[in-house]
C-alpha cells in the first residue's frame, strides 16, 4: 500500500528541487563563461549546498534542507535516477559504433592504452586500499573493481564539450578522441554492469560472473538485433503521416524504460540499459533529429543539473582527513598520470605525432557522469561509504577541470596533414548546404533507364555513409526486374527494396517519404501532352510530396546506357534557392569525378531575331548593361566560391540573350558538355505542376543528360 506524504515533507522535497536546480543552472553557466564544463559549476552547486559548506555555515538550516529522513532521501534520490537515465541516453545518441570500427588501428591502440593502463593502477590502489573504505556490503573484490573502473575511464560528454568549444571535434585527433571516449564508455558500462550485478548477488563466484556476463552479452546482442528492428517498426509507424515529434518521443522514453527494466532484472543497473536504448534509437533511420534535441535538450536543461547537483549533494570534504587525504591524492595521482600516460603511449604506438599524442592524454583525462554514476551504483549497493564515494566523485571535478586547461594549451597552433585540412574545408562548405545534407535518399524506380542514371548521380553528389531506398513496381510479386543495375550503380552504398504495385506506387512513395529522407531522386521522360509533362506519376510526386526532388532526364544519344563519366556539366546560375540547391548537387558530384563545371548566368535581353546570343552579344551587352554585369557577377562568384569549397573545379561565363532556355542549350553544346544541372521554380500552370518554360524547355530539347532541382519552399500553395 503506498503511504500518502505529509504536507512538511513535500515542501521540503519541492524546495530541495529549486535550490538544487537553481543553484546548479548558475554555477553551471558560471563555469561556461570560464571556458569549463557546465559539470563542474553543477558538481560544485551540490558541494557548496551540502555538508561541506552549508552543513558547516548554516547547521540548522542544513538539516531541515537535507533532514535524515529515509522518505526524503528516497524522493531525490529517485529524481537523480530519473536524470541519470536520462544522461545515459543522450551518451547512447553520441555512441557512433561504426566510427569507432572504422577508425581502426589508432583508436583500438589509444583505447587499450587508456583504459588498461590506468585500470591496472586503479586495481593496485583499490586493492591497497583498508576496508575501512568499504561499504555495509562491500568486499575486497568488487571494491577493487569499483575504484579501477572509476579512475580507469573517460566521460565522453565531458570530452565532446571541451573539443567542441576549442573546434577540434572535426580534426583527426578530436574524432580519435571522440572514438577512444566511445569506447571507454562503452567499455565502462560493461564493466559496470558486471561488477554491480557481482555486488547485487552479495557473493562472489565464478557462476556468478559468468551468469552476469552471459545475461549482459545476451541483453546486449539482442537489444542491437531484435531491439533494433523493434524500435525502427515502431519509429516508422509514428512517423507515418510526417513527422510527429510526440509519437518519437514516447518510441524514445518507452524504449529507455523497457530496456532499463530488463538491465534492472538482470540485476544490472538499469542505466545501462538506457545507455543501449540511445545507441539503439540513434541508430534507427527513422529516428527524428527534432526527438533527439528536444531529449538533449531536456537532459542539459533540467535532468543533467539535478543529477549532478543532487551527487555534488553527498561530497563531504571533511572526511578527506588524513589516511582518507592520502589516499584521495593517491587516486588522484592514479587517475591522472597513468590515463595521459597509457594514452600517449597508444597514441605513438599508433603512430601519431607527439603533440597528437599529449592532446589526447590531456583529452581523455576529462571524467564527468560515468565515474559519478560507478561513485552512486557503489554507493547505493552499500560497496562504497561516503568517505570512498566522495574520493571517488572528487575525480571527476579535477580531471575535468585539468583537461580542459591541458587541451586549449596544447592545442593551440596546432597543424593537420594537407589532407585533413582540406577535409575540413570540405565539410565546412558542405554545412552550408540546403540539399546534399546528412539524410537518406528516396528513388522510385519508375522509368528504368533514367532511374539508373538518377542513380548514378545523386550517388555521386551524396555521401556514401548515407543509406538509399528504391521505391520499385512490379505487377507479378516477387523482387521487382531492374534492381541489379540500381545495386550495381549504388555499390557502396546501403540500399534497401520497397516493393509496390503500379497502382499502388505514387501512394507508396509519398507514404515512404515521410520517414525521414533528405531528397527524392527520379529518373522520368520529358514528354508534354495528355495534360502531363512528365507522367502523371511524376506530376503528381511534384505536386504532392514535401521533400526537395531531384529530377534526371538521362542523354539522348545514351539508348539504354550509362555514361563512362561526365567530363564537363553545365550549371546556369541565378539567385534563387533552387539554383543553390542544384549548384550543390553539381559540385559535389564534380568534386567526386573531377566533372569540370562550367556556372553560366544567362541575362535576358530582348534583340532582334538576327542579333543572336552567346560570348559576342554577351560582350556588347555587358558594356551596354554594367549593372546586369555586377549583379551577375556576385551571384557567380558565390557560385564559384563554394564550387572551390568542396574541391570541384569551375570557370564563369556570362551571357545575354533575348531567349534563356535556347541559349542554355547552345551554351552546353559549345563547351561539349554532357550534363546540365539547373533548379527549377515549381508552378501551377493550367492544373498541372510546372517547372517554368525555361526549365520544361530544356528537359524537352537538350541532348544532354538534365537534372533540375526543386526546392520545397517553392511550391504552389
Known amino acids: ?110 583505447t587499450a592504452g587508456s583504459l588498461l593502463v590506468p585500470l591496472v593502477g586503479g586495481l593496485i590502489v583499490g586493492a591497497s586500499m583498508p576496508d575501512t573504505f568499504y ?68 557473493e562472489v563466484s565464478a557462476l556468478d560472473v559468468g551468469t552476469t556476463v552471459l545475461g549482459l552479452a545476451l541483453f546486449l546482442g539482442g537489444a542491437l538485433t531484435i531491439g533494433q528492428r523493434v524500435v525502427d517498426g515502431a519509429l516508422r509507424e509514428v512517423r507515418r503521416e510526417g513527422k510527429n515529434l510526440q509519437g518519437a518521443l514516447t518510441v524514445a522514453i518507452a524504449a529507455m524504460l523497457v530496456f532499463g527494466v530488463i538491465t534492472q532484472w538482470l540485476g544490472v543497473e538499469a542505466v545501462l540499459g538506457t545507455f543501449v536504448a540511445g545507441i539503439v534509437l540513434a541508430r534507427s533511420p ?79 583525462n576529462a571524467r564527468g557522469a560515468l565515474e559519478i554514476i560507478i561513485a552512486t551504483v557503489g554507493l547505493s549497493l552499500g560497496v562504497l561509504n561516503n568517505t ?81 531506398t528504391v521505391v520499385a513496381a512490379q505487377d507479378n510479386g516477387g523482387e521487382p526486374a531492374g534492381l541489379e543495375p540500381l545495386r550495381n550503380v549504388l555499390y557502396g552504398r546501403k540500399v534497401e527494396v520497397r516493393s509496390t504495385t503500379p497502382a499502388a506506387a505514387v501512394d507508396t512513395i509519398i507514404a515512404e517519404s515521410k520517414l525521414g529522407y533528405g531528397v527524392i531522386a527520379v529518373g522520368t521522360v520529358a514528354d508534354p501532352g495528355h495534360g502531363v509533362f512528365f507522367s502523371p506519376l511524376v506530376d503528381e510526386l511534384l505536386g504532392r510530396v514535401d521533400l526537395p526532388v531531384v529530377i534526371v532526364r538521362k542523354a539522348r544519344s545514351l539508348d539504354g546506357r550509362l555514361p563512362g563519366a561526365y567530363a564537363r556539366a553545365l550549371v546556369p546560375v541565378i539567385a534563387s534557392s533552387s539554383s543553390r540547391a542544384a549548384e550543390e548537387l553539381a559540385a559535389n558530384f564534380g568534386s567526386r569525378l573531377g566533372t569540370q563545371l562550367v556556372l553560366s548566368h544567362v541575362v535576358y535581353r530582348p534583340v532582334t531575331a538576327s542579333a543572336g546570343g552567346g560570348r559576342l552579344l554577351g560582350r556588347i551587352r555587358a558594356a551596354a548593361f554594367p549593372e546586369d554585369s555586377d549583379v551577375a557577377e556576385r551571384v557567380l562568384a558565390r557560385a564559384h566560391e563554394h564550387a572551390v569549397g568542396v574541391r570541384a ?67 504552389p500553395s
Do not use: C
Request: aromatic share 6%; proline share 3%; charged share 15%.
Open 1 to 110: 500500500m503506498l503511504s500518502s506524504l505529509d504536507h512538511h515533507e513535500l515542501l521540503v522535497f519541492w524546495v530541495q528541487l529549486l535550490v538544487l536546480y537553481t543553484a546548479a543552472r548558475l554555477l553551471g553557466a558560471l563555469a561556461r563563461r570560464f571556458s569549463l564544463p557546465s559539470v563542474i559549476g553543477e558538481l560544485t552547486a551540490g558541494l557548496l549546498l551540502g555538508p561541506t559548506v552549508f552543513g558547516v555555515v548554516w547547521p540548522g538550516g542544513f538539516d531541515w534542507f537535507l533532514p535524515d529522513s529515509e522518505v526524503q532521501s528516497a524522493m531525490l534520490l529517485a529524481v537523480a535516477w530519473f536524470g541519470a537515465a536520462f544522461l545515459l541516453v543522450v551518451a547512447g545518441f553520441e555512441t557512433d559504433l561504426d566510427l569507432i570500427r572504422q577508425l581502426g588501428r589508432a583508436a583500438a591502440l589509444v
Open 135 to 202: 561499504g555495509e556490503t562491500g568486499n575486497r573484490l568488487v571494491f577493487t573493481l569499483f575504484i579501477a573502473t572509476s579512475v580507469a575511464v573517460s566521460a565522453l560528454a565531458v570530452v565532446a564539450k571541451i573539443l567542441g568549444d576549442l573546434n577540434l571535434m572535426r580534426r583527426d585527433v578530436g574524432q580519435i578522441t571522440i572514438a577512444v571516449g566511445m569506447a571507454n564508455d562503452l567499455i565502462g558500462w560493461v564493466i559496470l554492469g558486471v561488477i554491480a550485478g557481482l555486488a547485487a548477488s552479495g
Open 286 to 364: 527513422y529516428q527524428q533529429n527534432e526527438a533527439e534535441h528536444t531529449i538533449e535538450d531536456l537532459t542539459s536543461v533540467v535532468f543533467a543539473p539535478l543529477f549532478f547537483a543532487t551527487a555534488g549533494l553527498r561530497l563531504d570534504l571533511g572526511l578527506l582527513r588524513g589516511e582518507a587525504l592520502a589516499w584521495a591524492i593517491a587516486l588522484l595521482g592514479v587517475a591522472l598520470v597513468l590515463k595521459f600516460g597509457g594514452s600517449f603511449l597508444g597514441a605513438r604506438l599508433a603512430s601519431l605525432t607527439v603533440r597528437e599524442g599529449l592532446v589526447l592524454g590531456a583529452g581523455l
Open 388 to 468: 570512498a564515494f566522495t574520493i571517488v566523485v572528487m575525480i571527476p571535478l579535477v580531471t575535468s577541470l585539468l583537461a580542459s586547461i591541458g587541451l586549449r594549451l596544447l592545442s593551440r597552433d596546432l597543424e593537420g596533414s594537407v589532407a585533413e585540412r582540406e577535409r575540413l574545408a570540405m565539410e565546412e562548405a558542405l554545412d552550408q548546404n540546403l540539399l546534399v545534407r546528412d539524410s537518406r535518399i528516396l528513388l522510385p524506380s519508375i522509368v528504368e533507364a533514367n532511374s539508373i542514371v538518377a542513380a548514378q548521380i545523386v550517388h555521386f553528389a551524396w555521401p556514401e555513409s548515407l543509406a538509399a
Open 649 to 715: 573545379t569551375a570557370d564563369t561565363e556570362i551571357r545575354f540573350a533575348s531567349a534563356p532556355a535556347e541559349e542554355i542549350i547552345r551554351h552546353a553544346s559549345e563547351v561539349e558538355a554532357d550534363l546540365i544541372v539547373l533548379g527549377a521554380q515549381l508552378r501551377n500552370l493550367d492544373g498541372r505542376p510546372s517547372l517554368g518554360p525555361t526549365t520544361e524547355h530544356v528537359l524537352e530539347h537538350a541532348p544532354q543528360t538534365v537534372v533540375a532541382v526543386v526546392m520545397p519552399d517553392q511550391r
